[in-house]
T-cell receptor, first 116, second 113 residues
Framework: EAGVAQSPRYKIIEKRQSVAFWCNPI?????LYWYQQILGQGPKLLIQ????????DSQLPKDRFSAERLKGVDSTLKIQPAKLEDSAVYLC??????????????FGSGTQLSVL | AQTVTQSQPEMSVQEAETVTLSCTYD???????LFWYKQPPSRQMILVIR??????QNATENRFSVNFQKAAKSFSLKISDSQLGDAAMYFC??????????FGGGTRLMVKP
């Protein structure tokens, strides 16, 4: 089966610019996650979608980050305006039903963002 | 808040040997799950092994096993018969009742031929 697809793989922007990342989860997976992984740290959950509704966005910096999952399939994560501290790898993951304990999360290869 | 600590930034093992990666966590919960994830250079996180806190028996998956010490809040990963393909970042992760995974800072494992 096809895995979680993410694009672009790399992105370099200047601070105060805007950027968007795209994720296509595994077909049929109801749950989609966006994680931020700063260099030298473990991933941190930004937002979780169940179908096209938001389940948890408590760690999303909503003044500059936004995310949507149209029609419960693809998702886009946007940063506007970007800051230097947003430099990180942005990982997308999906799972069939969102039961983190019992289901395997399938991760994409991420987008590495560098903010100069 | 739950925290997960991996005290070994880097570890090295000879091919075919055994290595143990350490993880400690802090929680006041009694019902939780613990995980080890592998992140190769491709950046794609892969679940290695999972442990339910209520189970006393340590989880095993082929060459991978854990040593779960609930009272000590310790959750180490043992890799037996290490292979070159095991070289990667390894992250310990914690989950309680919600859907959030809290990850440790990771350990880079190098495998020497």
């Amino acid at each position: 089966e096809a895995g979680v697809a993410q694009s672009p793989r790399y992105k370099i922007i200047e601070k105060r610019q805007s950027v968007a990342f795209w994720c296509n989860p595994i077909s049929g997976h109801a749950t989609l996650y966006w994680y931020q992984q700063i260099l030298g740290q473990g991933p941190k959950l930004l937002i979780q979608f169940q179908n096209n509704g938001v389940v948890d966005d408590s760690q999303l910096p909503k003044d500059r980050f936004s995310a949507e999952r149209l029609k419960g399939v693809d998702s886009t994560l946007k940063i506007q305006p970007a800051k230097l501290e947003d430099s990180a790898v942005y990982l997308c993951a999906s799972s069939p039903h969102g039961a983190v304990r019992r289901e395997k999360l399938f991760f994409g290869s991420g987008t590495q963002l560098s903010v100069l | 808040a739950q925290t997960v600590t991996q005290s070994q930034p880097e570890m090295s093992v000879q091919e075919a040997e055994t290595v143990t990666l350490s993880c400690t966590y802090d929680t006041s919960e009694s019902d939780y799950y613990l995980f080890w994830y592998k992140q190769p250079p491709s950046r794609q996180m892969i679940l290695v092994i999972r442990q339910e806190a209520y189970k006393q028996q340590n989880a095993t998956e082929n060459r991978f096993s854990v040593n779960f010490q609930k009272a000590a809040k310790s959750f180490s990963l043992k890799i037996s018969d290490s292979q070159l393909g095991d070289a990667a970042m390894y992250f310990c992760a914690y989950n309680n009742a919600g859907n959030m995974l809290t990850f440790g800072g990771g350990t880079r494992l190098m495998v020497k031929p």
